[in-house]
């Protein structure tokens, strides 16, 4: 159980472009999701937190306008990377939290976005 | 106050040997410690996870050992196998917040 996904798992956008990323908890309602970033060989860095129907809490430096997140419904929850730029190049991985077995989050594969 | 050390950054053990990764904390609220697996290009996987109200906590091959008083927990893999090449990141997080403060991860290499 505890499956969670994303889609696309690889991406490649224009510089001025803006991406979505889907992640989507497929057995088990997730009332809170988080969304990281992860550069190559590093560790992962929280962007924000986003709790069903509630707007997300974004971590100190992270653009909220820049990176928007909606959390619709309790089994998907979307970042949309707006006006992309090289540097916005990263692993993005999403996690999904029932908050029934306490703090175990589940991660999704990841999202490989590279700008052009 | 939020950090999470871990260490070593890089380790290489011989097939059939103990890896053991260590991490440390300052913060004392946190009551959740898991280790993630991550293969390249994919997402995190919880491994195993402990809290502070037991010292050792053991799930086939892997092992937590946490030290409360020195603030310290570790992964040990017993028998490593080249399917444990990996990269390892130990976690932190307080009750009701969830969120994961991670360290900054261990790649791990078995030898055949």
């Known amino acids: 159980g505890a499956v969670v996904s994303q889609h696309p798992s690889r991406v490649i956008c224009k510089s001025g472009t803006s991406v979505k990323i889907e992640c989507r908890s497929l057995?088990?309602?997730?009332?809170?999701m988080f969304w990281y970033r992860q550069f190559p060989k590093q560790s992962l860095m929280l962007m924000a937190t986003?709790?069903?129907?509630?707007?997300?809490?974004?971590e100190q430096g992270v653009e909220k306008d820049k990176f928007l997140i909606n959390h619709a419904s309790l089994t998907l929850s979307t970042l949309t990377v707006t006006s992309a730029h090289p540097e916005d190049s990263s692993f993005y991985i999403c996690?999904?939290?029932?908050?029934?077995?306490?703090?175990?989050?589940?991660f999704g594969p990841g999202t490989r976005l590279t700008v052009t | 106050q939020q950090q999470v050390k871990q260490s070593p950054q890089s380790l290489i053990v011989q097939k059939g040997g103990i890896s053991i990764i260590n991490c440390a904390y300052e913060?004392?609220?946190?009551?959740?410690f898991p280790w993630y697996q991550q293969f390249p290009g994919k997402g995190p996987a919880l491994l195993i996870a402990?809290?502070?109200?037991?010292s050792e906590k053991k799930e086939g091959r892997f092992t937590i050992s946490f030290n409360k008083s020195a603030k310290q927990f570790s992964l040990h893999i017993m028998d490593s196998q080249p399917g444990d090449s990996a990269t390892y990141f130990c976690?932190?997080?307080?009750?009701?917040?969830?969120?994961?403060?991670f360290g900054t991860g261990t790649r791990l290499l078995v030898s055949p």
């Open positions: 996690s999904a939290s029932s908050g029934l077995a306490g703090y175990e989050q589940y």
């Open positions: 057995d088990f309602q997730a009332t809170t």
């Open positions: 986003s709790n069903e129907g509630s707007k997300a809490t974004y």
């Open positions: 913060n004392t609220a946190f009551d959740y």
């Open positions: 402990i809290r502070p109200d037991v």
């Open positions: 976690a932190a997080s307080i009750e009701g917040f969830q969120k994961l403060v």
